[in-house]
């Protein structure tokens, strides 16, 4: 019962992250049909129901298997990190959770059917959805923390 008291905010960001994906991606793939495009913001944002069979930007399609494993790999690293953590900090555990969250949501997809649902489509940026900007939030949120370490270890 411990381990759950020391890693909560990570569990229930995990846990918010993951079911505001998959909801947000069962309601367009439930109300959309493929390849439709809903202005909120003409020019500027639209829902648009897409399936990517590959990673962020279509990169590297029809590679179903070697993107899950990937995921399994690092979800399991993650998790074996910060559970060994002694003492894991607010800032790591946001983080975490973040990239965990993410990592599952396209990882559903990617099991249930092969494809991921996205539907975020800024007009100058290939579409996307929640779990790939959790993901880029957390990579990036570890990557200043990273970075902020280093720097204050040179002063």
């Known amino acids: ?8 905010l990570l569990i229930v ?3 918010l992250v993951f079911t505001l994906d998959r909801l947000s991606k069962f309601y367009v793939s ?5 390849g439709d495009s809903i202005p909120i913001i003409k020019s500027v944002f639209h829902l648009t129901y897409l399936r990517n069979p590959g990673a962020a930007f279509g990169l590297f ?7 899950i494993l990937l995921s399994i790999i690092i979800l399991f690293s993650i998790l074996f990190y910060v559970i060994k ?7 790591h555990q946001v983080a975490f959770s973040l990239v ?6 396209n990882l ?3 099991i249930s059917n092969g494809l991921v ?3 975020l489509d800024f007009r100058i940026w290939p579409v996307f959805n929640l779990a790939d900007s959790a993901l880029v939030l957390g990579v990036t949120l570890l990557l200043f923390g990273f970075l902020r370490k280093q720097q204050v270890g040179k002063d």
Do not use: W
């Open 13 to 15: 960001i995990t846990i």
């Open 85 to 91: 953590a002694e003492k894991p900090t607010r800032f």
């Open 108 to 110: 559903v997809d990617r």
């Open 117 to 119: 649902v996205d539907f």
């Open 30 to 34: 439930r109300f959309f049909s493929l």
């Open 61 to 67: 399609p029809n590679q179903r298997y070697c993107f």
């Open 1 to 8: 019962m411990a381990i759950f008291r020391k890693h909560l």
């Open 100 to 105: 965990l969250g993410g990592i599952l949501g």
